[in-house]
């Protein structure tokens, strides 16, 4: 071989080399051969909104009360446990770990527990019935699942919820509505409950 020869041969060896040296693809490779893009993230596409349905916590609130609350419990007894807590968002004490759940005192007391809407949250709670009544829970829905409730009308020329009361003993639900959803529920004892029917009494 001269070596003209072998300086060409060599010369379009390092060529086929060099253009089979490019970047290889990172994504895997089809049937035929073409490289296809990466696919997204598992948690691609997700929104806010679908991480906070994630995320959601429910919890039952009977007539005893809630999970190391009770009616009865006094305010120091709470507040020693670390179960209160005061915002400035908020209008009064709330207990920690319970969502929108206001506590209200009598003679230092817990009688009854107020249950708002759920506040929007990295970790949202809803708090509800042992039979299922919510806020937002329509109305036959509630006539549904109690089967003896009481209608309380809230007086006239007052921007009130009207109200239904659903008691067990010396023990009650108050659920507010505005006749289509329940809007409010109140949880405690059942002369409290009226009483704040009556009085037009929140939590602030």
Known sequence: MKFRQFVFIATLLAAASIAGSGV???????AGGDARPPGPPPDAGRSAADEAVDE?????????????????????????RGMLASDVDTCGPTLVGHGAVSPIFV???LVLLWLDDPVPTAERINVRTPQGVGVGTPVEEVRARYRS????????????????LARSGDRAYLFLHDGRTVR?????????????????????
Do not use: M
């Open 56 to 80: 959601v916590i429910d919890e039952v609130v009977d007539l005893n009360g809630l999970t190391d609350v009770e009616f009865g419990d006094t305010e120091q007894e709470l507040a020693r």
């Open 149 to 164: 409730v009481s209608p309380l009308d809230a007086p006239q020329r007052t921007y009130r919820f009207d109200g239904l």
């Open 107 to 109: 003679d230092d007391r």
């Open 24 to 30: 290889r693809p990172h994504g895997p490779v089809d």
């Open 184 to 204: 409010k529920i109140i949880a405690g004892y059942a002369d409290w409950a009226r009483r704040l029917f009556a009085e037009g009494y929140g939590p602030c």
